[in-house]
């Protein structure tokens, strides 16, 4: 019997699985969406009940299909969305969530987030979340992409402080936010939430985690998400498709890494050794 998954608490008080699903690439193929779909609610029966979509996925196509996975259970979902940055002024947003809760078939969001930063002042688009949240459209929201600076500037405007996750890439071969965005982050209780932790598949097929895979009897994959999971504070949205997939990375939840393995995964994959400008995919 696996254990259930890992909960971690957003400053708001809510407690999220570390392990959620993705949805990038869903919604784009008619042809694909029922496996698409039961992709997603085998994912919820084995207890990855936080799913991330967004807007520009699939032109909505992608949160569409995640409407359709939770059609019935709704309430046992934690549904994160994003409006692109083209959307992001105070009225922007308000309409851009109206359309996403529409393709959700939904009446909120429970967390929403700005895509990535583009030209509209912060405190604009905070302005904006923060009257979707009064509203009840949203419950909380939070930004992705944000480097250290970003959330610094994003924690001087009015109500920026409510900001609830940074959601960025992160994985053994992009490590640069150990630096100072993640520290940052943890002082302040902000969860981050690691986006392609699998870098896209590619960390499937790296011959650099076999030893440690095969140590433990796992995939490669499993190990690159194991090794995502193996500290607080971080939440992991693999997104698959395949079933199989799905299953290895449920139960790549409840591998435990031992020092030996993280000493080797250090020596094969370098910390940061200063602060990296923070990458997006
Ligand atoms: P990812 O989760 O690192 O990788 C997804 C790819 O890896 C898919 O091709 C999938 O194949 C494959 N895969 C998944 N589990 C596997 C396993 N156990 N073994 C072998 N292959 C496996 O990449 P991602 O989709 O870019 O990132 C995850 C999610 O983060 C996205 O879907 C999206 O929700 C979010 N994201 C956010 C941003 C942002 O700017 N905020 C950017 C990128 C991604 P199958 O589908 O065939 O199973």
């Known amino acids: 019997m696996p254990s259930s998954i890992r909960t971690t608490r957003l400053p708001g008080g809510d407690d999220v699985p570390v392990l959620g699903q993705g949805t990038w690439g869903m919604g784009e193929k008619p ?14 029966d084995l207890g990855m009940t936080l799913i991330d979509t967004a807007e520009m996925y699939g032109n909505g196509g992608a949160e569409d299909v995640v409407g359709e996975a939770v059609s019935g259970r709704r309430d046992q979902v934690f549904i994160v969305s994003k409006v692109l940055p083209t959307h992001a002024s105070r009225l922007g947003v308000v309409t851009a969530c109206e359309q996403s809760l529409r393709r959700l078939g939904t009446d909120r969001i429970d967390l929403y987030l700005l895509h990535w930063r583009l030209g509209t002042p912060l405190a604009e688009t905070v302005a904006g979340f923060e009257a979707l949240k009064a509203g009840g459209k949203i419950r909380h929201w939070g930004v992705s992409n944000f480097d250290t600076a970003d959330m610094v500037e994003l924690a001087g405007v009015a109500n920026g402080k409510n900001v609830q996750t940074d959601q960025v890439l992160y994985n053994l071969m992009r490590r640069g936010i ?36 095969d140590r433990h009897g796992v995939s ?33 939840h409840d591998i435990r890494l031992i020092p030996a393995d993280l000493q080797e995964l250090d020596r094969l994959f370098r910390p940061p050794s200063g602060k990296q400008p923070l990458e997006m995919i």
Do not use: F
């Not at 042809?31 to 919820?44: F, H, K, P, Q, S």
């Not at 902000?190 to 790296?206: K, N, R």
């Not at 995502?228 to 997104?239: E, F, N, S, T, W």
């Open 31 to 44: 042809i694909r969406r029922t496996n698409e779909v039961a992709a997603l609610r085998l994912g919820l």
């Open 178 to 213: 150990e630096h100072d965005l993640l520290p940052w982050c943890r002082e302040r209780g902000i969860p981050v939430m690691a986006y392609s932790p699998v870098e896209q598949g590619v960390l499937a097929d790296d011959g650099r985690l076999t030893k440690v895979a």
């Open 220 to 252: 490669r994959s499993q190990i690159a998400l194991a090794w995502v999971l193996r500290q607080d504070g971080v939440i992991a949205i693999p997104k698959a498709v395949t079933p199989d997939h799905v299953r290895e990375n449920r139960a790549a």
